[in-house]
């Protein structure tokens, strides 16, 4: 039997994505190409809502090949019940402002258990846009911050991580309540600043108790309000070293001058407490004369001043004076009043 030769035997269409289709759908489009073949026409010219579907319902592993034909031409209403049975409230109205581009699969996963939670189903039926970094931020924020929208978008994906470890931590040593209320409190803050500010402050205790009640005109700062309104004063870092007096390795106090300066004494395992370092307010010079009357003062407190504990071990070594310099005490005492 001979069979006329017609033209060129028809070529079955190929499942493979076109570059086109790999730009719009992400990590779908083999899936996407074998539901519906190249040029996969239906799924490129369908608006964006309808393509969000099909790739949302591949996500949670839905039947989208047997659905077709509702994804992309039923009421979108009756679309997204076919392929999820119990859809949130609110996602047919956000498949329209998802852009053009698919998200992956994690992420619509991540939205649609923000859709279940009243706060960020709010927060997102009211974004203009919602993509991938929007979903990814709001998940990654503990849930009291969830309507945090602004700061969400503030916030480096990295800063959201660390925000989370924070609330954490608090979780884990203040209980989930704690944690809790502190977050509602995050999440009504100006400011990525001013939220930082907040976290440091609820996560470090109270300073433990002072190790003397002072002497002469040194004045333990025996509160972080204390700390931080000297800090305030004396224009430094002060606010920062509250974790310090927390754990009760170090304490502060105020020596009332003239000139006033911030001093700080230290666990020391030879000599008690010392003198770790003294500023005045700017970070400056404690002057020679000043030096002497907090010493004394310090003193009255059973304060060293001179040469850590630390310091003394590292010396007494066999390479004292030959490969390690031996420096006097003076010099340790130089540095802690702010020179060098």
């Given at each position: 039997m001979f069979i006329p030769l017609t033209g060129a035997a028809p070529v079955p269409k190929r499942a493979a994505p076109t570059s086109l289709l790999r730009l719009v759908a992400g990590e779908f489009a083999d899936a996407v190409a074998r539901v519906w073949p190249e040029p996969h026409a239906a799924f490129l010219a369908a608006p964006a809502a309808r393509r969000h579907l099909a790739c949302l319902g591949f996500a949670v592993g839905a039947e989208v090949r047997a659905l077709a034909a509702a994804v992309m031409g039923a009421?979108?209403?009756?679309?997204?019940?076919?392929?999820?049975?119990?859809?949130?409230?609110?996602?047919?109205?956000?498949?329209g402002r998802m852009g053009e581009i698919a998200l992956d699969a994690d992420a619509y996963r991540l939205l649609l258990r923000l859709l279940d939670r009243p706060a960020p189903a709010k927060v997102l039926r009211h974004a203009e846009l919602v993509?991938?970094?929007?979903?990814?931020?709001?998940?990654?924020l503990p849930e009291p911050m969830e309507q945090a929208v602004r700061l969400a978008r503030d916030l480096t994906p990295e800063a959201i991580a660390v925000l989370r470890e924070a609330y954490d931590a608090l979780a884990f040593r203040d209980g989930r309540n704690a944690a809790e209320a502190a977050a509602s409190a995050w999440a009504r803050v100006g400011s990525a600043k001013s939220l930082f500010e907040l976290v440091r402050d609820d996560l470090t205790p109270e300073p433990a108790a002072p190790?003397?009640?002072?002497?002469?005109?040194?004045?333990?700062?025996?509160?972080?309000?204390?700390?931080?309104?000297a800090a305030r004063r004396y224009r430094n870092c002060l606010a920062d070293r509250t974790p310090h007096?927390?754990?009760?390795w170090s304490a502060f106090y105020e020596w009332e001058g003239p000139p006033g300066a911030i001093v700080e004494i230290s666990r020391d395992h030879v000599f008690g407490w010392r003198l770790d370092e003294a500023r005045l307010a700017d970070n400056a010079v404690v002057p020679e004369p000043v030096r002497d009357e907090i010493a004394c003062d310090l003193a009255l407190m059973g304060v060293h001043v001179g040469r850590s504990g630390w310091q003394l071990d590292r010396l007494l070594r066999e390479d004292v004076g030959r490969g390690y310099r031996f420096w006097p005490v003076e010099e340790d005492v130089a540095e802690a009043f702010g020179e060098g």
């Open positions: 009421r979108l209403r009756h679309a997204i019940q076919a392929l999820l049975p119990q859809p949130p409230a609110g996602l047919e109205r956000l498949l993509d991938v970094s929007l979903v990814r931020r709001l998940a990654g190790p003397h009640p002072g002497a002469g005109r040194l004045r333990p700062l025996s509160s972080k309000a204390a700390i931080r309104e007096a927390a754990s009760g």
